[in-house]
């Protein structure tokens, strides 16, 4: 069974109370929210929001300083449609 990927983040925005704006390449804007991430010992560092304004694209899913990524699955299955 061929299993169909989620669509990629192209444009990522943060926002207030860390969450995230993002446009996929299906053309969809959806809002994310990090907040639950952050008490995770990986993501902690995005509390600071000199760190957590840093995210950008790399072509597949958003990315922060540190190699500190989501997955795109998990950034567009977990994400509400604008």
Do not use: H
């Not at 996929?24 to 907040?35: C, G, L, P, Y």
């Amino acid at each position: 069974m061929t299993r169909v990927s989620s669509p990629s983040p192209v444009f990522v925005k943060a926002l207030e109370n860390y969450r995230l704006f993002l446009r996929f390449d299906n053309q969809e804007e959806r809002i994310f929210d990090v907040t639950p991430y952050l008490k995770d010992t990986f993501f902690a560092s995005l509390a600071n929001p000199v760190i957590f304004n840093t995210v950008k694209t790399n072509g597949l899913t958003v990315e922060w300083m540190g190699n500190i990524d989501i997955c795109p699955d998990e950034l567009y299955e977990n994400s509400k449609p604008l």
